[in-house]
């Protein structure tokens, strides 16, 4: 038996898995057992910031292994705590509390505002209100947030309240708007939905709508933050401020780690026993959170982030020009969408066996999510092989 049929017998079948099997990664590339070398430009959905094997990263992480892994959140660790403020820093919100995924993180927010709403209204009869296209993960709580049926059809009931308004019209979001509504909840760049980006003054009139309501404004920016589309957290580029932020992907760069982050009024609603994690925000995935911070907060990653986006904007937009069967080119900063008239899983195979790892979202968006150590020479990599593909198309 070869290994492809031994995974195939191992595994349940959540995923379409590709038959490759990638053995070791360097820098932005992957390298399967054949020595095959593949561009990332997927980074494990947005997660492997600094690629593969970034050095300052991999030292921090082998250091806090010979230190403390694991205790238990009964009891404070210094690494904790400097993670802990590291986020407090970033998002300029007040209160942290670390799990383990993006999926985790959303089940926090959702049970931290509906406790502020029971606190305040002594009734668990909350409402929420999401968006359509949306996408905040799997659990029987996040799917149903998730404003797309196709997630949701086969795994009812599902947690009730929830209305699905639409992306940009604050119209549609007052419509949902009642004395039962307990949170609003948007990504402010949409990533499974198709790389849709909130306006501006949509954003402002969500967080003016939840200050008239009293209703929670949460974001989720498990895959648009921690630098990705330039600044530490996408909405520091909308003026505006959540009472909860939702993390992960990023936020460890490959190991396994989620935060749920909130302002004070949030915050006091919380109490001992009304949430809990056992692994959240350990030593060891805390040691990767502060690395993390570090690295963008002191080699000028951010700014690096800026400026390769631009150029691989530039050339997207390109693309978009000379070839009639790309629609538009969507997104912010290192999360940029091609938007094509044809199926793009044809497309993404073809980038594939050519060496170049992407991934979809939706049926006619390729999603790119490079590591922000690309140059623009990576850039260029992907471009003349995509220029290569879709001319077959012509």
Same mark, same amino acid.
């Given at each position: 038996?070869?290994?492809?049929?031994?995974?195939?017998?191992?595994?349940?079948?959540?995923?379409?898995?590709?038959?490759?099997?990638?053995?070791?990664?360097?820098?932005?590339?992957?390298?399967?057992?054949?020595?095959?070398?593949?561009?990332?430009?997927?980074?494990?959905?947005?997660?492997?910031? $600094? @690629?593969?094997?970034? #050095?300052?990263?991999?030292? &921090?992480?082998? =250091?806090?292994?010979?230190?403390?892994?694991?205790?238990? !959140?009964?009891?404070?660790?210094?690494?904790?705590?400097?993670?802990?403020?590291?986020?407090?820093?970033?998002?300029?919100?007040?209160?942290?509390?670390?799990?383990?995924?993006?999926?985790?993180?959303?089940?926090?927010?959702?049970?931290?505002?509906?406790?502020?709403?029971?606190?305040?209204?002594?009734?668990?009869?909350?409402?929420?209100?999401?968006?359509?296209?949306?996408?905040?993960?799997?659990?029987?709580?996040?799917?149903?947030?998730?404003?797309?049926?196709?997630?949701?059809?086969? $795994? @009812?009931?599902?947690? #009730?309240?929830?209305?699905? &308004?639409?992306? =940009?019209?604050?119209?549609?979001?007052?419509?949902?708007? !009642?004395?039962?509504?307990?949170?609003?909840?948007?990504?402010?760049?949409?990533?499974?939905?198709?790389?849709?980006?909130?306006?501006?003054?949509?954003?402002?009139?969500?967080?003016?709508?939840?200050?008239?309501?009293?209703?929670?404004?949460?974001?989720?920016?498990?895959?648009?933050?921690?630098?990705?589309?330039?600044?530490?957290?996408?909405?520091?580029?909308?003026?505006?401020?959540?009472?909860?932020?939702?993390?992960?992907?990023?936020?460890?760069?490959?190991?396994?780690?989620?935060? $749920?982050?909130?302002?004070?009024?949030?915050?006091?609603?919380?109490?001992?026993?009304?949430?809990?994690?056992?692994?959240?925000?350990?030593?060891?995935?805390?040691?990767?959170?502060?690395?993390?911070?570090?690295?963008?907060?002191?080699?000028?990653?951010?700014?690096?982030?800026?400026?390769?986006?631009?150029?691989?904007?530039?050339?997207?937009?390109?693309?978009?020009?000379?070839?009639?069967?790309?629609?538009?080119?969507?997104?912010?900063?290192?999360?940029?969408?091609?938007?094509?008239?044809?199926?793009?899983?044809?497309?993404?195979?073809?980038?594939?066996?050519?060496?170049?790892?992407?991934?979809?979202?939706?049926?006619?968006?390729?999603?790119?999510?490079?590591?922000?150590?690309?140059?623009?020479?990576?850039?260029?990599?992907?471009?003349?092989?995509?220029?290569?593909?879709?001319?077959?198309?012509?």
């Amino acid at each position: 038996m070869d290994l492809f049929q031994q995974g195939q017998g191992a595994f349940l079948r959540a995923y379409g898995r590709y038959d490759i099997l990638l053995k070791r990664g360097q820098g932005v590339y992957l390298y399967d057992t054949n020595e095959k070398k593949y561009l990332d430009f997927y980074s494990g959905i947005g997660v492997n910031s $600094f @690629g593969h094997c970034y #050095e300052p990263y991999i030292n &921090a992480l082998q =250091n806090q292994l010979h230190t403390l892994m694991h205790v238990s !959140n009964y009891f404070y660790t210094p690494i904790s705590i400097e993670a802990a403020q590291a986020v407090k820093d970033a998002t300029q919100l007040d209160a942290v509390f670390f799990c383990n995924s993006g999926t985790e993180a959303i089940e926090g927010a959702l049970k931290l505002a509906r406790k502020y709403y029971f606190l305040k209204h002594h009734c668990a009869d909350s409402e929420i209100i999401s968006f359509h296209h949306s996408f905040h993960g799997r659990s029987t709580g996040a799917v149903k947030l998730t404003g797309n049926p196709h997630y949701q059809e086969a $795994f @009812g009931p599902l947690i #009730e309240g929830v209305h699905y &308004a639409k992306l =940009n019209d604050i119209d549609s979001v007052k419509a949902y708007i !009642n004395e039962r509504t307990a949170a609003i909840i948007v990504e402010p760049l949409q990533g499974e939905g198709g790389l849709h980006l909130c306006e501006k003054e949509f954003l402002k009139d969500l967080r003016n709508l939840c200050d008239e309501y009293d209703i929670c404004l949460i974001l989720d920016e498990v895959q648009c933050g921690m630098g990705r589309t330039g600044t530490m957290m996408t909405y520091q580029q909308f003026d505006i401020l959540p009472d909860i932020v939702c993390l992960a992907k990023g936020i460890g760069a490959g190991v396994p780690v989620g935060a $749920f982050v909130a302002n004070k009024k949030y915050a006091k609603a919380m109490e001992p026993g009304d949430h809990g994690s056992t692994y959240g925000g350990n030593p060891f995935v805390c040691m990767a959170v502060k690395t993390v911070f570090d690295i963008l907060n002191k080699e000028n990653m951010l700014e690096h982030v800026q400026d390769v986006s631009q150029y691989l904007i530039s050339q997207l937009d390109k693309v978009v020009e000379e070839f009639d069967i790309v629609d538009s080119r969507r997104g912010l900063g290192l999360m940029q969408g091609l938007v094509l008239k044809i199926p793009v899983k044809p497309v993404i195979q073809s980038l594939l066996d050519a060496g170049i790892i992407v991934v979809s979202a939706g049926e006619n968006v390729i999603r790119m999510l490079p590591p922000f150590i690309i140059e623009k020479e990576h850039v260029d990599e992907l471009i003349s092989q995509l220029n290569k593909i879709l001319k077959k198309y012509l």
